[in-house]
C-alpha cells in the first residue's frame, strides 16, 4: 500500500496542539509575560536566589515572621529619631500621646476659634480686662452681671435718672421733688382744678389733692391761674393756703383791662390729709366780671 503526504499551510491554534506538548525548548526567552502566568502559581521554587529586589517587595510586606533568625532587631536609641526622619505627615493623631502637647508646641495665633469646643473657656481662662465692650453682645450685661457698688457717677449718662429710679427713702438735699402733670391753662383736664362762670367772691374752700399727691408729700408745687372770660369793674384776687397754718402761700389777681390770664405758681406745705383751701376775693370792692378758675398739681415734695 502506498502513503501519500499531506501539507498543512496556516496558523496552529491551540485545537492543534497536544496538551503537555510544548516544553521548554518550545518557549522563546521573554515570551511569557505577567498576564501568562496563573495567579498564585509562582511558588518558592520558581523564584531564583537573589532575583527578589527592594522595588519588588511591597511597602509593608515584609512583617518581623519573615525575617530570618540571622537577622537581628535592633531597637532604638532614646532620642535616635530626629525630625529628619520622620516623613512629612506622618505623625498623625493616633502617634501622639495624650497630653503631649504643650503650650510650647502650638504655633503663636494657631488655636482658632473652630479649634475650641464649646463651653470650654471657663473663667479662670479669661485674662483680666481681656473682655472689652466690644466682645459684649447688645443687651447682654443684665443686673446680675453688675457688681454692687460698680456704677459709678461717671457711667452713668446725663438725665438718665429719672425719678422713678429714686428709691423712695432717698432725698436730694432733705427732699426729693417728683414732677406731676402740668394741665393747660383755660382748659379743663384731669389734672385741673377746675372752676368756670364764677361771677362772686368764693369763701374759703377746702379741695382734696389725693388723686394727685402720694400720702408721704411734704409740700405740694401748684400753678394757680386766672382766665378773663368777661371782666368790667373791681379787683379779684385767687389765693390758696395751706392747710399746716391756714396762711396764704401764693395768689393770682385780675382787673379790668389787664390779660385775658393770669397765673402764678407756688409750694404749699400739706399734712397727711392732703387738702388745700382756695378762696376768691374783691380787693378794695366789689368787682363786676365771669371768670374761669384753675389749680393745677405740678409737683410735690417727699
Do not use: H
Not at 146 to 163: F, K, L
Amino acid at each position: 500500500m502506498a502513503f501519500k503526504r499531506s501539507y498543512f499551510d496556516g496558523p496552529v491554534t491551540s485545537p492543534q496542539i497536544v496538551e503537555g506538548a510544548v516544553t521548554e525548548d518550545k518557549i522563546a526567552d521573554n515570551a511569557v509575560t505577567s498576564a501568562k502566568i496563573k495567579d498564585e502559581t509562582i511558588t518558592g521554587a520558581d523564584i531564583g536566589a537573589g532575583q527578589v529586589q527592594t522595588a519588588d517587595i511591597a511597602d509593608g510586606a515584609v512583617t518581623q515572621a519573615k525575617l530570618g533568625p540571622d537577622v537581628s532587631i535592633v531597637p532604638l536609641e532614646d532620642n535616635a529619631v530626629s525630625t529628619a526622619k520622620i516623613q512629612d505627615g506622618a505623625v498623625i493623631t493616633q502617634k501622639i500621646a495624650n497630653g503631649a502637647v504643650t503650650s510650647d508646641k502650638i504655633q503663636d495665633a494657631g488655636v482658632t476659634s473652630t479649634k475650641i469646643a464649646d463651653g470650654v473657656i471657663t473663667n479662670a481662662k479669661i485674662a483680666t480686662n481681656a473682655i472689652t465692650q466690644s466682645k459684649l453682645a447688645s443687651n447682654s450685661v443684665g443686673a446680675s452681671e453688675i457688681i454692687a457698688g460698680a456704677v459709678g457717677t461717671s457711667e452713668i449718662a446725663n438725665g438718665a435718672v429719672t425719678a422713678a429710679k429714686l428709691d423712695p427713702a432717698i432725698v436730694l438735699g432733705g427732699d426729693r421733688f417728683v414732677f406731676g402733670t402740668l394741665g393747660t391753662p383755660g382748659m379743663q383736664s384731669a389734672d385741673v382744678f377746675y372752676l368756670t362762670d364764677i361771677s362772686a367772691d368764693i369763701p374759703y374752700t377746702v379741695i382734696d389733692l389725693s388723686a394727685w399727691v402720694p400720702a408721704t408729700a411734704k409740700a405740694v408745687l401748684l400753678q394757680l391761674g386766672v382766665f378773663n372770660q368777661a371782666f368790667t369793674s373791681g379787683r379779684a384776687f385767687f389765693r390758696v393756703r395751706t392747710n399746716v397754718d391756714q396762711r396764704d402761700s401764693m395768689g393770682v389777681g385780675m382787673i379790668p383791662g389787664q390779660n385775658s390770664m393770669s397765673a402764678n405758681q407756688g409750694i404749699s406745705p400739706i399734712t397727711a390729709s392732703r387738702t388745700i383751701e382756695y378762696a376768691l376775693e374783691s380787693v378794695g370792692g366789689p368787682w363786676v366780671g365771669t371768670l374761669t378758675l384753675w389749680i393745677t398739681v405740678i409737683g410735690y415734695i417727699v
